[in-house]
């Protein structure tokens, strides 16, 4: 939505109301914390900087800015491999496989069985967290899960 209206830049963020930010990031979720710290991170980031240039440990030191953010900074604006952990991605990893961890395990975890490609990163993320919207949400919606058969979460609820 942002790219929609030419504001996917520092001066277009920076410069944009944050009323206006929220509503065009609100399918995003969360969007009126992520709202502000996009802010944050424009204002923060020298805009010089290209983003391609940018560390993780830089975007780690901007108050707001957590793994998880940072990730997906580096994923989707500086197109680098850093996987992107999210809720979405514990809920299902726990579902299906009984897979926990702090979230640099689960990084780890995907970044060493995917391919090397950032279209590849970029898709599964995306569709992992589409998954869990639409079926492995805090209340599972099990019935048309094209997952069903392999999750061990539903296996085990529906069982006598």
Known sequence: NLKEKSLLSFEGIIETPIELIE??????????QKARRLKTVCKE??????VE???????LK??????????????????????????????????????EGDYERLRTLFE???P???????????LIDRHAKEHCRKKPVCDGCPLRALCLFSSSVLSP
């Not at 980031?45 to 290209?50: A, E, G, N, T």
């Not at 240039?53 to 975007?59: K, Q, S, T, V």
């Not at 090397?116 to 995306?126: G, S, T, W």
């Open 23 to 32: 509503k065009l990031i609100r399918p995003s979720g969360y969007y009126r």
């Open 45 to 50: 980031l020298d805009p010089v900087k290209k």
């Open 53 to 59: 240039e940018i560390g993780r440990d830089e975007l």
């Open 62 to 99: 901007i108050p707001g800015i957590g793994r998880e953010t940072a990730d997906a900074i580096l994923l989707y604006a500086g197109n680098r491999l850093f996987f992107v952990v999210d809720a979405y991605t514990k809920r299902l990893l726990h579902r299906l496989r009984n897979i």
């Open 112 to 114: 060493e069985n995917l």
């Open 116 to 126: 090397e490609d950032l279209d590849i990163y970029k898709e599964f993320h995306a």
